[in-house]
């Protein structure tokens, strides 16, 4: 019996290493074209139309239906990991299934089957993705290169062709504006110093130093108040953390100290001026109506309530046809009216824009999964049993996930498939649930 098994075993070994070379590779294109088709896009440079925009495009369908049947693979070479995956990400999975089951009472049902499977489509590419990491500081690595590179292809564009990459408000690289820009801009500088605060060396720290020097150039570039904003506030978290990897509980706690004194003293500022939000408002940002988003957020409200529990149906609400665009109702008297048809897609209000496409309830479970796995990186992140390099990385997903959550006060990215910022957080929120994995081999490469 013994050397037939050891002839069988011959036999299938270089299978099972051919196999699992092919699974590499086939999880390394899915990362090339994620970060490509996320952060390029298959129309750099291009002005998509109304009737585009509800038509779809058919090279995007044919390149996101490539990345899909490429993460299918990944999956099933990663099952035991994709199983355990959808388990801890229930929650996230159960409000993508929702978006799709609005079908079921949306305005447009074409356009919410078409919306939905893209959402689905994108969501288990992520999952792949996170599925097949098994290194996540090498992932941190390659993401921080990937998103630097597209910053300098970004800047090269514009040198290239001001034209079309430089707007009267603000630089919009490759992109249709220059608030998706800012965004990229962002996250590479918050995924770029969390690399920093993981690194163990001065020539690691002094190169990564320099490889944020574009991004913050094109951040300024593109002028957008709150990416810019954004790229503070990240930074101040990846200090946090990188101060409490140093100090430990002790520094916690000072912080925790110092955040109570400083609400105390927001609370006290509030009494003095009777709660008047507007003077507050106007004090922190000096235009109390946001450029106008005022106006449209309270369009969306009164839309919104319409339909209070359900929505209209995910993706059903804007981009339907100038006929039907949702602005073409409205009675003069705002500028929203004067607007030229399709020019507005959004609430510019995340939660808004939500609750317009799949009802109050659902929004709050979506908000509350983002918040959960927030709340987890950063634990992790600070508490965690990994080495300084995977903490560093769960912290960077983390302050993702939470930035996301402030930015969706003024832009509309919360579970929005083909946005930048949604793709990478439903990564983060995947990569966040396999933080165990990741720590337990961080703890046997230690030994």
């Not at 390029?40 to 291009?46: E, F, N, Q, R, V």
Request: aromatic share 10%; with cysteine; charged share 15%.
């Amino acid at each position: 019996m013994t050397p037939s098994i050891s002839i069988q075993t011959s036999v299938h070994a270089p299978r099972r290493e051919e196999a699992g070379v092919w699974a590499t590779r086939a999880h390394a294109g899915l990362v090339f074209a994620f970060l490509y088709y996320t952060f390029i896009g298959t129309h750099p440079l291009a002005d998509t139309s109304v009737s585009s925009r509800v038509d779809g495009s058919m090279i995007d369908r044919v390149f996101v239906l490539s990345m899909f049947a490429l993460a299918l693979f990944v999956l099933w070479g990663n099952r035991r990991t994709a199983l355990h995956g959808m388990i801890a990400n229930a929650p996230l999975l159960a409000v993508v299934s929702f978006c799709m089951a609005s079908i079921l009472w949306s305005d447009y049902p074409e356009l919410t089957l078409r919306r939905g499977l893209l959402l689905i489509f994108l969501t288990t590419i992520a999952k792949a993705i996170a599925a097949g990491l098994t290194d996540l500081r090498r992932f941190h690595t390659l993401l921080f290169a990937g998103l630097t590179a597209v910053v300098i292809v970004n800047l090269l564009a514009t040198a290239a062709a001001p034209h079309l990459a430089v707007t009267d408000i603000g630089v919009r690289g490759v992109y249709t504006q220059k608030n998706v820009a800012g965004i990229v801009a962002m996250m590479t500088i918050v995924i770029g110093a969390a690399w920093i605060a993981g690194a163990t060396g001065r020539r690691q720290i002094l190169l990564a130093a320099l490889a944020l020097a574009p991004a913050l150039l094109f951040l300024v570039l593109t002028r957008s108040k709150t990416s810019i904003n954004l790229a503070a506030g990240g930074l101040a978290i990846i200090a946090f953390f990188a101060m409490a990897e140093r100090y430990g509980a002790a520094f916690i706690l000072l912080a925790a100290s110092l955040g109570l004194t400083i609400c105390a003293g927001l609370l006290g500022l509030l009494l003095i001026i009777d709660f008047d939000t507007n003077i507050a408002l106007s004090s922190l940002f000096g235009d109390t109506t946001f450029t106008g988003r005022d106006e449209l957020w309270a369009f969306a409200g009164r839309e919104a309530e319409k339909r209070y529990w359900l929505g209209h149906g995910y993706g059903a609400f804007w981009d339907v046809g100038a006929v039907n665009d949702p602005l073409a109702r409205l009675e003069p008297g705002t500028w929203l009216a004067s607007v030229d048809i399709g020019t507005i897609n959004q609430a510019h209000h995340g939660y808004l824009e939500l609750w317009l496409h799949i009802g109050l309830p659902a929004t709050v479970a979506a908000t509350l999964t983002i918040i959960h796995g927030a709340a987890l990186g950063g634990w992790r992140a600070v508490m965690g049993r990994g080495s300084r390099q995977t903490r560093a990385a769960l912290g960077a997903f983390a302050a993702l996930l939470l930035l996301q959550l402030l930015h969706n006060f003024t832009e509309a990215t919360l579970f929005m498939r083909g946005a930048a910022f949604c793709s990478m957080a439903m990564l983060a929120m995947f990569v966040i649930a396999r933080a165990r994995d990741f720590e337990a081999a961080a703890e046997s490469r230690g030994r």
